[in-house]
């Protein structure tokens, strides 16, 4: 079976690093982009940027570049999204998503919520 | 970037009601439009690739159509169960992006 596994909630303080992870299984984990989605509370999905992980080539949406560092470790089938100072504005449901043979994203993690409070 | 604005934001409407959503992008994008749905609670769902290629294992009642810049969504015959929220997304150019979203609640 094809999936995505993301670690679970996190609840941190306003300048506090973070780093969570998405498995990829039950696929060539090199051979397709994975891409990072937020949906802050009650929101819609917002797109913040895509890591291929054959050769770690990033793009990344201008509104997220600077905020958050996307890596993939292909050893161990796994991308992350990171944080080093968070706030708490990035209270959010961070999805990472397969970007499909046609740019679509056809298969979703679970969701890891984060929480920044102080 | 592209903006993608959908209509409406919000809609309530009877079992058995052909439903449409649009999708109007602010500069052509070809077909590289998709569409998913998120119900609550639950992760983002891919119901339509390329503008109008169905997914294997979504009902034959969602179907997609448009290209270039508009674009459009249509659940034939509601069930209770589509009551969700749907987005659009390109892949015509980075930053890819989604719509905001439209809401579909069932009276």
């Known amino acids: 079976e094809v999936q995505l596994v993301q670690s679970g909630a996190e609840v941190k303080k306003p300048g506090e690093s973070l780093k969570i992870s998405c498995k990829g299984s039950?696929?060539?984990?090199?051979?397709?982009?994975i891409g990072w989605v937020r949906q802050m509370p009650g929101k819609g999905l917002e797109w913040m940027g895509i890591i291929y992980p054959g050769d770690s080539d990033t793009r990344y949406s201008p509104s997220f570049q600077g905020q958050v560092t996307i890596s993939a470790d292909k050893s161990i089938s796994t991308a992350y999204l990171q944080w080093s100072s968070l706030k708490a504005s990035d209270t959010a449901m961070y999805y990472c998503?397969?970007?499909?043979?046609?740019?679509?994203?056809?298969?979703w993690g679970q969701g890891t919520m984060v929480t920044v409070s102080s | 970037e592209i903006v993608l604005t959908q209509s409406p934001d919000f809609q309530s409407v009877t079992p058995k009601e052909k439903v449409t959503i649009t999708c109007r992008a602010s500069q052509s994008i070809g077909s590289s439009l998709h569409w998913y749905q998120q119900k609550p609670d639950q992760s983002p769902k891919l119901l339509i690739k390329y503008a109008s290629q169905s997914i294997s294992g979504v009902p034959s009642r969602f179907s997609g159509s448009g290209s270039g810049t508009d674009f459009t969504l249509t659940i034939n015959s509601l069930e209770a169960e589509d009551a969700a929220a749907y987005y659009c997304?390109?892949?015509?150019?980075?930053?890819?992006?989604f719509g905001q979203g439209t809401k579909l609640e069932i009276k």
């Open positions: 997304h390109q892949s015509s150019s980075l930053p890819y992006t």
């Open positions: 039950g696929y060539s984990f090199t051979s397709y982009w």
């Open positions: 998503a397969r970007l499909g043979v046609v740019d679509a994203f056809d298969i």
